[in-house]
């Protein structure tokens, strides 16, 4: 027997041992803490939120994984995957979950991706799935170790249904495989990105197979470029049939002695062997030690269908890892569902669990340790936890406060099914660690409560879009900043940088605004499947740093394109392709995801995927003295599409519907009409307006294929999928817009998406308009020609241009970054100050790893009055008085209204003029407290020269 042999058979006989004293022990206790009962129960199925009503069904040793407990389709906090809806456990084993909603999609676009980055669009395609991988999250081995795994052989792939391609991957001989992986750098490197990882399987084939990843990608499964496999090592054939249990053990031992050869890597010899109806087949192969090193865990792939009825790990000198569990993986506030009902204010809350439960409650109060615990504070709203084919253990909770949100800050905790569940184990474990970025200020261990921040003037906002974290990390090396690990594509980060954050509560922001690319749901994977598509959101907006910024303030959510699961997703192209089959994506695809988002951006609780969401909202302060107002300009615009009925004899015409054309609208009939209504009646002083991507033709088009603007500084090109997806490209739309923000003084519109910070000011209308982002990636816009701090847009438009903070450059003058600055990961830091006769706004902006002390970003900040902003008065309004704290409404005689404000305490209306109404034109003005009224008739002013 070979050292190697003689290891992997006492580590799997001492593991096995060790499962009988761990029960003991545990029974002896009496008592298990939530971090203790996850480190006795591996794998057990129950959730985290343990009471002594729960008992442990089976406890197993360290290193040895069974599932035990009811059917669900959550895993166990122990075992973690890029890929979750591969997997069910069901019958106390895991299974293989086969089907799934939206499960067909692929990597594709619409067809103006294929003609501008110059590919041919193709609607058929293979939609067979890659490699999932679940990962054991408690054991990092380095050799020598061994993995062994019981599987239960339930049945062959099905024939070829109807409609299928014989000759999709899927229904090959050799596709379908079950075993163990080894050597993940990530407990994410899964679904064809494979990177390093070693699987040993058996395939569909009949074979026992030791793969590598060959170099190169293969275009197919899902319509991905996906790793190829690498055959290292086969066995003969082994015919398994329904029934039949398999043991599958690996054994990873050394066979140079590390440190013999410096100049050399560790050599580590594989053995596999698989036992099957008294029949044993082996193969092995030789690795460097890195290839080797790292997480282990079960690899699927096909459509056969198998069990794993127990996975042990022999961890020989390794030690497990503490990686801690949130089992409350969010709960956040909706601000722009606050509202009023009767004497109560209410808010909707949204909690994501990590698994099934029952019911959810919020307990709120006016301090974070209120006086007897937690648990005598009255809870102030539950409902059931919901888990169907579209949500994965989220709720919707309607809570009431106990008192007015413009009185005190509130703090409140998350109880599912009677327990706490407010902390987030996660920080201070081994899972977050050096080299994870985690945010300096996220109390130790994690062991914070929900806050929400007073909501009074002034009021900061914080800007955030582009939330993409999946490789690299920033961190500061002496005083430079650095970015490292790159190469490491899959060791997904908390945040990009080291010190993301760090100084954030000094800020004294009270609202996050998550503008648009929330969390790229399409970025790592299309997902195939709720469960899939939820972990791709859970690593962007539950990752330990964000779920405390989202737990601490109000949230806006306002997704992008890239949220609903494809790049470009606007106009009626986004509602056909997810209403008619044969458009080269998944239309359930689709469907699921505009189900996903919009849940858990507004709230709803059941949503018709089939009908275009009307997500338009308005957010007014408890004091009605500010609005943030949520806009769409991606689902009800026009078609990007630029030629008229060029298959019926026009088609040696093209751009004849071009993006200049008049009838092209932006926000669509129904949300502009509700917006200029909106802007005419508010009473607020100041106005946020957030949705709106890019009015000002100022960035330029795709680095695939050059643009116009990048040669003609007066024009577009008609058919660019970057250019046309800025909101600027409809020309009479964004015309319609830019004069309506400039109808009324106290206007701002803010926006993410392309990946650049900048502050700008249109000259004409005196509309301020800031871009901030990205806090996780890359890919700033280019810039049109001739931009700089005075310049014209490309339709003309005459802009100041504030502040720039880009990729290249650092200022409107294009000045470029110094060697050691950060990279320009930056958010916008607002501030709307209502107070007074003149209301002030500020925008600065800050990169994440900057204090407010620290000088702002991008060459300049803007600090501006209302009186500065809006189109110049034409008329002078007389001394109003009226009531005092009251909405007051300015409207013609014929009741067509002008706008809205506000009276002081002492019944004083601040407002001095009104652009577009005439000296002497006879108006009416309107004032209600919540009580009482007041209107008169009063004459506008000639303007004083």
């Known amino acids: 027997m070979s050292s190697s042999q003689e290891y992997s058979r006492r580590e799997a006989s001492e593991a096995d041992a060790s499962v009988k004293s761990e029960a003991d022990a545990s029974v002896k206790s009496g008592a298990v ?131 299928d391609d014989p000759e999709w991957a899927m229904h090959q001989d050799g596709f379908g495989v079950m075993g163990i992986a080894i050597g993940g750098r990530s407990v994410l490197e899964s679904y064809g990105k494979l990177g390093q990882v070693v699987r040993i399987v058996w395939a569909d084939d009949g074979k026992l197979k030791i793969l590598g990843t060959a170099a190169g990608k293969v275009a197919s499964q899902g319509g991905d470029a996906v790793s190829r496999d690498r055959v290292l090592a086969e066995s003969a054939a082994i015919r398994l049939k329904a029934g039949d249990v398999c043991q599958l053990r690996v054994s990873v031992g050394r066979l140079r002695p590390s440190g013999s050869r410096p100049d050399d890597a560790s050599q580590v010899l594989v053995r596999a062997s698989m036992q099957v109806g008294g029949q044993n087949f082996s193969v092995q192969h030789r690795f460097s030690e890195d290839r080797v090193t790292g997480f282990a865990g079960i690899v699927a792939r096909g459509l056969i269908d198998f069990e794993v009825n127990e996975f042990v790990v022999g961890p020989g000198k390794n030690v497990k890892r503490d990686v801690g569990v949130a089992e409350c993986l969010n709960c956040y506030p909706l601000g722009d569902t606050l509202k009023r009902v009767g004497a109560a204010w209410h808010v909707r809350m949204i909690a994501i669990f990590a698994s099934n439960g029952e019911q959810v409650e919020i307990r709120v109060a006016d301090r974070p340790d209120p006086e007897g615990g937690w648990l005598n504070v009255p809870v102030c709203g539950a409902t059931g936890i919901v888990n169907n084919e579209w949500r994965r253990y989220t709720a919707v909770v309607d809570v009431a406060l106990p008192n007015a949100p413009s009185e005190c800050t509130h703090y409140y905790t998350v109880w599912k099914d009677g327990v706490n569940v407010t902390a987030d184990d996660r920080v201070g474990s081994d899972a977050c660690g050096p080299g994870t970025g985690l945010v300096g200020d996220v109390p130790a261990h994690g062991n914070y409560v929900g806050r929400l921040p007073r909501l009074t003037a002034p009021y900061k906002v914080c800007g955030l879009s582009c939330h993409a974290i999946t490789s690299g990390l920033q961190q500061r090396i002496g005083s430079s900043w650095k970015l490292t690990g790159a190469k490491d594509q899959w060791q997904f980060r908390d945040q990009p940088s080291e010190q993301s954050y760090m100084h954030l509560d000094e800020y004294g922001f009270q609202v996050m605004l998550w503008e648009d690319d929330v969390w790229y749901m399409e970025l790592v994977m299309y997902p195939p499947s709720t469960d899939d598509a939820y972990k791709i959101i859970a ?42 089959d044969g458009l080269g994506q998944d239309p359930s695809y689709m469907r699921r995801n505009f189900q996903i988002v919009h849940h858990l951006t507004t709230g709803a609780e059941h949503v018709d995927p089939a009908v275009n969401p009307k997500k338009w909202r308005a957010w007014k302060m408890p004091e009605r003295d500010f609005t943030l107002v949520i806009l769409d300009s991606r689902l009800w615009r026009s078609s990007q599409d630029v030629d008229i009925w060029d298959d019926q004899g026009w088609g040696k015409f093209q751009s004849l519907y071009g993006r200049t054309d008049p009838t092209r609208s932006l926000l669509g009939e129904e949300q502009f009409g509700w917006f200029q209504e909106l802007l005419a009646t508010d009473s607020s002083p100041l106005i946020g307006v957030t949705g709106v991507n890019g009015l000002h033709t100022v960035w330029a088009g795709t680095r695939y294929r050059k643009s116009v603007s990048t040669e003609h500084p007066r024009h577009f090109h008609e058919r660019d ?123 600065r902006i800050r990169n994440l790893v900057d204090g407010p002390l620290d000088a702002p970003r991008g060459g300049g900040v803007l600090s501006a009055s209302a009186k500065e902003t809006g189109r110049v008065d034409e008329c002078r309004l007389p001394e109003l008085l009226t009531l005092p704290n009251a909405d007051v ?57």
């Open 33 to 163: 803490s939530r971090r203790a009962f996850m480190a006795t129960s591996a794998a057990a199925t129950l959730p985290i939120a343990v009471t002594e009503s729960h008992a442990v069904q089976a406890v197993q040793g360290p290193g040895v994984y069974r599932f035990s407990g009811p059917n669900t389709d959550f895993h166990g906090h122990q075992w973690q995957t890029l890929n979750p809806g591969f997997w069910k456990v069901e019958g106390g084993a895991l299974r293989r979950r086969l089907r799934n909603y939206g499960d067909r999609a692929r990597r594709t676009g619409f067809p103006f991706h294929a003609e501008t980055n110059g590919f041919e669009f193709k609607t058929d395609y293979d939609p067979s799935l890659p490699t999932g991988v679940l990962y054991a999250t408690e054991w990092h081995l380095e050799p020598e170790y061994s993995v062994r795994a019981r599987f239960t052989y339930r049945s062959d792939r099905p024939g070829v249904p109807s409609g």
């Open 539 to 580: 690593w962007s907006i539950c990752g330990p740093t964000s779920r405390w910024q989202m737990m601490r303030h109000w949230n806006v959510l306002n997704p992008g394109d890239h949220d609903y699961g494809m790049d470009d997703v606007k106009g009626p192209e986004q509602i056909l392709i997810r209403n008619q």
């Open 721 to 843: 999928r970057v250019t046309a997806d800025y909101a600027g490209w409809v020309k009479a739309g964004a015309d319609r817009v830019l004069e309506l923000l400039g109808s009324r003084s106290g206007v701002v519109s803010v926006y993410g998406d392309v990946h650049n910070g900048c502050i700008m000011k249109n000259v004409e209308h005196r509309v301020i308009e800031c871009s901030f982002g990205p806090i996780g990636r890359s890919g700033g816009r280019a810039l049109v020609p001739g931009f700089n701090a005075k310049m014209k847009d490309i339709d003309d438009r005459e802009l100041e241009v504030t502040a720039l903070y880009h990729k290249s450059f650092v200022d409107p003058e294009q000045n470029p970054h110094q060697p050691g600055d950060p990279f320009y990961w930056n958010f916008l830091e607002m501030e709307f100050d209502p107070q007074g006769s003149d209301p002030k706004i500020g925008m």
């Open 889 to 945: 409404f300015l409207a013609e005689t014929n009741g067509k209204p002008i706008r809205g404000t506000r009276s002081d305490a002492q019944g004083r209306v601040h407002l001095s003029g009104l652009p577009g109404i005439s000296p002497r034109t006879r108006i009416v003005m309107h004032s209600y407290d919540g009580e009482n009224t007041d209107s008169k008739v009063v004459s506008t002013l000639p303007i004083r020269t």
